[in-house]
């Protein structure tokens, strides 16, 4: 079970430019969160069901394409979803998700980054 995640992004500018949100078990929709922030609750056995991730408005400078998906408990999978969609299920918990986020501007294919949780599913995973 999935109660919280953190992304990390690798580079100063996707960090400055990426926000993302989630969506608890008990319908609390967290308010869109600066990359490095803690996502969802921890130690409150409150799975997360759902996430979205886009690039905050007004950022100057490069633009970026978000592309994310999650696999669940069942083996289910949701997505790809983009740019603020979101991406869940109504009552299947989480065991992963995957992102990427590309400038659009970049002629390399997007990078990719499996993100997995922890085993015991209290800490944030990055």
Known sequence: MVEAFTILPRHERAAAAIEYKGLSANGVETAWLAAGSVCGTTGRNTPLLGFA????????????????????????????????????????????KAFSCASSAAPAPPHRELIEPDLDGKRSFA
């Open 53 to 96: 991730v886009r690039q905050k408005a007004g950022v100057a400078g490069a633009r970026f394409d978000c592309e994310y998906s999650g696999s669940f408990e069942s083996g289910a999978v949701s997505g790809p979803a983009r740019n603020g969609a979101p991406c869940g299920s109504v009552s299947d918990t989480p065991r992963s």
